[in-house]
């Protein structure tokens, strides 16, 4: 007899960048158990990366610096965890203190530990990259299931990230881009910012940040990128808190062709699926990009491209620049290198194909 289709619950309070590379992980916990995901996070990004996704049925947020029964969503997710009983759970959650945190949900609602996977201890962990780390902990099973009743797909799932685009924000996008008179122009798109350069409530450029690239080289880089394709509108991308730098970038290059957006979530999303191409630093942004097939170069600090490069789920390009052990620091790239990388970018692939149906109840 066929299996029941069950609706795995997946667990992580990860940053933005975290929670696209988990959808990696979704979609292959979707096929094998016939169900989609119920997905608990925390901070807002969870529910709009994921409010038009195959794979997710239900996005819980918790709020991330309140504590347990003083947060309302707290208790949603309880409530929900309390009716899924029985279902596997994956809890892709690696800091100590969230780790606690999730273990007292779990104890809360009444989960049985034999339903759960926790991949910090299982073999999963020891992959480089942070894909092959939830694709292989996919593949592995709750000790009070059946494996053999859950099997891996016939069609291997993609081993990488996914994002899909909600027609309210594609729609949002397009209304943007005609008030701002960029709508047909081919669209580059720079990520400056990382999460370091938002300390606090003030744009803190710290010299310790090693993921930040001078001003100037940013306005030098889009002056060539420019009159290398003077078609374009060349698009400075930042969260609300990054505005100043992005003002600072702006009146350094003096471009017509350059403008700068403060972008929501939904809608940067919505415009990496229709841009010419990214350049961004090593941040949640660039794994957004390559997750929509958007050609991307990605300039890495004191991380390993072997377990951060973002991956394309259609084979579009992804280059990667320094990084450890090469250089500890992204001002150690010239404008001249970034530059030759985006001039090697290949044209942007088409869609991705659609993957097979997850089946009602596994074989």
């Known amino acids: 007899m066929a299996a029941p289709a069950l609706q795995p619950i997946v667990i992580w309070f990860g940053r933005v960048g975290d929670m696209i590379l988990l959808s990696a992980l979704l979609g292959v916990l979707h096929r094998r158990f016939g169900g989609r995901c119920y997905v608990i996070g925390a901070g807002s990004w969870p529910a709009e ?70 991949l910090t201890q299982t073999a999963s962990w020891q992959q480089q990259h942070w894909v092959d780390r939830l694709v292989s902990f996919g593949r592995l099973t709750p000790p009070a299931l059946d494996a053999a009743a859950y099997p891996w797909p016939s069609a291997a799932p993609r081993c990488a990230p996914h994002l899909e685009v909600a027609p309210s924000a594609a729609a949002a996008c397009d209304a943007w881009l005609a008030a701002r008179g960029l709508a047909g122009a081919p669209l580059v798109l720079l990520q400056p910012g990382n999460r370091r350069t938002m300390r606090g409530r003030r744009l803190r450029l710290a010299a310790d940040d090693d993921r930040a690239w001078p001003v100037e080289r940013w306005a030098q880089l889009a002056q060539r990128l420019h009159a290398q394709l003077p078609a374009a509108r060349i ?43 990214m350049i961004s630093v090593n941040t949640g942004p660039a794994h957004l990009a390559a997750a929509v097939s958007l050609p991307v170069v990605v300039l ?38 970034v530059f030759a990388a985006w001039c090697a970018l290949p044209p942007r692939a088409s869609a991705p194909a659609a993957r097979p149906a997850a089946p009602a109840t596994a074989p």
Not at 59 to 79: I, K, Q
Not at 98 to 105: D, H, S, T, Y
Not at 304 to 329: D, H, K, N, Y
């Open 235 to 277: 698009v400075l991308c930042g969260a609300p808190r990054e505005a100043l730098l992005l003002q600072w970038i702006m009146q350094a290059a003096r471009l017509p062709a350059l403008t700068s957006a403060e972008l929501p979530l939904p809608r940067l999303l919505a415009l990496c699926a229709r841009a010419h191409s």
């Open 300 to 337: 890495f600090g004191a991380q390993q491209q072997s377990e951060w490069l973002p991956r394309s789920p259609g084979g579009s390009a992804v280059i990667g620049l320094g990084g450890l052990p090469e250089t500890g620091r992204i001002d150690a790239l010239s404008v001249e290198r």
């Open 49 to 118: 990366l994921y409010a038009a996704h195959a794979d997710v049925a239900r996005v819980e947020c918790l709020r991330r610096y309140t504590l347990g029964p003083l947060d309302a969503n707290w208790w949603r997710a309880l409530r929900q965890l309390r009716a899924r009983r029985g279902a596997p759970v994956y809890v892709c959650e690696f800091d100590v203190k969230k780790l606690a945190r999730v273990r007292r949900l779990l104890a809360a609602s009444g989960t049985d530990p034999a339903h759960c996977l926790y």
